[in-house]
């Protein structure tokens, strides 16, 4: 299957050619061309004036289209997930296990090998966010999941044979001889749920952690004396930072604070933290079984505190420009080829360029979407 969409604003990295026309051959992108220099006989796929980019990544997804990873970690599960955030332009994400009990991450471990090996559209690898966390920070995770990094915890993380695997993890509670062999293994390991001193965190960097899991969220916050983890991330030129760009989790003003402090947006990468109610019409589910309910474009618990987000990438996007004040190129570029380079997927996706896999958006002016691809397929 060959063919050449047109007639789009196409975004290959920075840039925006003019009259630019990308021909997708079988999953791949071939090339871009302009498009008078197109085969005539090539089918074609006109967007009418819409904007092409690179498919979202999404590295934070707990669930969607009423299902929850934690519930059932099976490979139907991530059918539903991948298909509903797929609806808002992600075409690869990371399904995230909240803190649970071993035997489950191993469960959860071998649905994402099976997803993958049997071609589901969408699963990258997975996200492990906790157990081997800080109970002080705990948020919404389950205090008696939370436990230290062991030799079982070790082996149920590094299980994965296909796809990216990401840990969050506190690195205060664990040993960092781990962390650094959990890198070895090709692990990327971010910071989170963790109450780390500033101290802490270079250590924790020196190890192998790489970035921090929704920034200013569930972390020790910059003090005068103890800059904490937030002090650590954004002082730190190489840490990556998650960030949840729903106007609830994070005040806009503090994450214009966290752009300036970084002195660019190299760094940044947009995560949904969904939770089953994107793509959904059932507002409410269980977690750990307390009721949450999504209401106003917010998931809380009854007492009020957040537990993930009713947010999907598309909105992020969009957010990300009206409430960071950042250009269109610049939010998308957040949704796509900084997560890619942060989950070390980028000489696979995240750009339009030739060579990669044929992942793609079609967004109207708005920032809806309006159609996707995976691998060169149509949703
Ligand atoms: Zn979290």
Do not use: Y
């Not at 569930?218 to 840490?239: F, H, K």
């Not at 300036?260 to 793509?279: C, I, Q, T």
């Amino acid at each position: 299957m060959r063919f050449a969409i047109t007639n789009g604003s196409v975004f290959a990295g920075d840039r925006m050619p003019e009259g630019a026309a990308v021909v997708v051959a079988g999953a791949r992108i071939e090339a871009i061309v302009r498009a008078a220099d197109l085969d005539p006989a090539i089918e074609r796929v006109d967007l009418a004036g819409a904007t092409l980019a690179p498919g979202f990544i999404d590295v934070q997804v707990n669930g969607g289209g009423g299902a929850l990873f934690n519930d059932d970690p099976s490979v139907e599960t991530l059918r539903i997930i991948a298909a509903a955030h797929r609806r808002f332009g992600t075409t690869a994400l990371l399904p995230t296990l909240i803190s649970d009990s071993i035997p489950k991450i191993r469960e959860a471990v071998q649905a994402v090998d099976a997803a993958i090996a049997a071609g589901v559209p969408g699963i990258a690898g997975i996200h492990i966010e906790g157990p081997f966390l800080n109970v002080e920070r705990k948020g919404t995770h389950d205090a008696n999941a939370i436990r230290a990094l062991d030799d079982e915890g070790f082996a149920a993380i590094t299980g994965l044979r296909h796809g990216k695997t990401l840990v969050t993890l506190a690195p205060e509670v664990n040993d960092a001889q781990r962390i650094a062999a959990l890198r070895q293994r090709g692990v990327i390991i971010a910071a989170g749920h963790t109450n780390a001193t500033f101290a802490q965190m270079e250590r924790a960097f020196a190890a192998g952690v790489t970035g921090v899991t929704h920034l200013f969220n569930a972390m020790s916050q910059i003090t005068p004396r103890e800059p904490g983890v937030v002090g650590a991330a954004l002082t730190d030129p190489a840490c990556w930072c998650g960030i949840i760009v729903d106007g609830f989790h994070v005040d806009p003003v503090a994450l214009r604070l966290a752009i300036k402090a970084k002195g660019s947006l190299d760094r940044f990468l947009l995560v949904s933290d969904a939770m089953p109610p994107v793509g959904h019409d059932s507002k409410a589910f269980d977690l750990n079984g307390e009721t949450i309910v999504a209401a106003g474009g917010v998931c809380r618990r009854a007492d009020g505190t957040l537990a993930g987000a009713d947010l999907d990438m598309a909105a992020a996007v969009r957010n990300a420009a009206a409430m960071l004040g950042l250009t269109r190129g610049e939010a998308i570029r957040l949704a796509t080829q900084n997560p890619a380079q942060f989950a070390g997927l980028d000489a696979e996706m995240g750009s339009i360029a030739p060579g990669l896999r044929a992942n793609l958006v079609a967004l109207d002016d708005g920032g809806q979407v309006l159609r996707t691809w995976i691998d060169g397929q149509e949703a």
